[in-house]
């Protein structure tokens, strides 16, 4: 029997022993995986420190010699090869934003063999809209509802998103009262006014469908136009409304500061040019007078188009209008005598609906966008041999000969 028992406790002794060992090694083994994890996480940090103090610094490298600074971005895989529904340009460069969400920056020397000399996914659906905001940067909206500010090596300087809604077009205030805010026009009708990721005020979606223009009125108003053809103001700080106009039958699908005036463009096929203090009597009035104001003149309006007019954009004098039938229509505002006159149109039917238009003036050319293929089509600015180059060429009683009308295309881009 005492054998018995000293065998077991020998054996219980030895499992104990086992145990003790075992905890030892576990200990040591959870110590060295968690200096290890410290080590990492401290070198991770270090990294993101750095990436973070990267971002908004500019380079003085061309941009033609400079690297895409991230893997994702491989010059080698063409993430533009997509249709075009942005353009926009800065003094040596072109920059198209595509339906996938692609960004890519061309020279301004540009012939049918051009290649990007950078492209990148910016964001995750269609961009809405490009625009210049110095020589060396530019900002990108997206249907997704993000946007941000990129210098020319396809940096990012600033992001953000506006979260629920689908914006059309967004608008930043750089002085006044509101500065540093943003507004954005979306695909529900309603203007929002943003600062520092911060909602400030929303409208209740007086426009109905959809906004698709905005335009500050002065420092302390806005200007929004829609899918109800009503031109509407807001005052910047409270959203409060200051007056609304009838603008268009139909969508008033554009709005800009033209000159001295404004121009709007409509579903109805016209483009208009108003007086620019058509919201003028109601500085600081309450929003109950804003009816008072509905009977504000046109200076003047063409029909340059039989349907929706889905973009235009203008430099100096002439204004070029596309629509959702694949035309696009170069006019001309005479500020003297308030006129306007058609010089030339395209009739593309793959161009439809157009997304995107530019006027190079430097280049005597346009860019057009649109349809489903991943091109972007040249034409010369002022059609078939140098149609109407000055204003005396002009003539209100003269209409232009159909075959006047129709330019060629100069060169095509295919991506």
């Known amino acids: 029997m005492l054998n018995t028992y000293s065998f077991y406790l020998l054996k219980s002794t030895k499992l104990f022993i086992s145990l003790g060992l075992c905890c030892v090694l576990c200990q040591v083994a959870c110590q060295v995986a968690c200096q290890e994890s410290l080590q990492a996480s401290k070198q991770g940090l270090k990294q993101s420190s750095d990436a ?10 061309d941009i033609s010699q400079s690297t895409v600074p991230s893997k994702e971005w491989d010059q080698n895989f063409s993430y533009h090869q997509s ?3 942005a353009l926009s340009q800065t003094e040596d460069y072109y920059i198209f934003g595509h339906s996938n969400g692609a960004i890519s920056i061309w020279n301004s020397a540009l012939n049918e063999y051009s290649q990007a000399i950078m492209n990148y996914l910016a964001h995750e659906q269609s961009i809405r809209m490009i625009e210049q905001i110095t020589k060396k940067s530019f900002r990108s909206l997206s249907s997704d509802g993000s946007w941000a500010e990129w210098d020319l090596q396809g940096r990012v300087i600033k992001r953000g998103r506006l979260k629920e809604n689908s914006p059309n077009v967004m608008l930043s205030s750089a002085d006044g009262p509101t500065k540093g805010f943003s507004f954005f026009g979306d695909a529900k009708g309603t203007v929002t006014a943003m600062h520092q990721a911060q909602r400030i005020w929303r409208t209740a979606g007086e426009h109905g469908r959809a906004v698709f223009g905005l335009a500050l009125y002065d420092q302390q108003r806005l200007m929004s136009v829609g899918s109800d053809g009503w031109a509407r103001c807001w005052f910047n700080q409270n959203g409060e409304t200051c007056g609304a106009l009838s603008m268009h039958k139909g969508w008033a699908t554009y709005l800009s500061k033209f000159q001295d005036h404004w121009l709007t463009g409509g ?3 016209y483009i208009k040019i108003w007086p620019s203090k058509i919201f003028e009597s109601y500085r600081g009035q309450p929003a109950q ?12 309006q063409l029909q340059v188009h039989p349907k929706n007019i889905t973009h235009i954009t203008h430099q100096s004098d002439l204004i070029l209008s596309g629509d959702d039938l694949g035309h696009v229509c170069l006019s001309r505002w005479d500020a003297d005598d308030r006129f306007l006159k058609k010089v030339w149109q395209i009739e593309q039917p793959h161009l439809a609906p157009i997304k995107a238009l530019m006027i190079d003036l430097s280049k005597q050319r346009i860019l057009v966008g649109g349809g489903t293929k991943a091109q972007v089509q040249s034409y010369p600015l002022y059609g078939i041999n140098g149609l109407q180059q000055s204003k005396s060429e002009a003539s209100k009683d003269k209409e232009p000969k159909d075959n006047e009308l129709n330019a060629k295309a100069k060169f095509i881009i295919q991506f």
Do not use: E, F, H, L
């Open 83 to 85: 249709p075009v529904s």
């Open 52 to 61: 973070i103090a990267s971002i908004g610094q500019t380079s003085s490298q």
């Open 289 to 300: 007078t804003a009816k008072a104001n509905t009977q504000s003149q046109a200076y003047a």
């Open 267 to 269: 579903s109805d096929g």
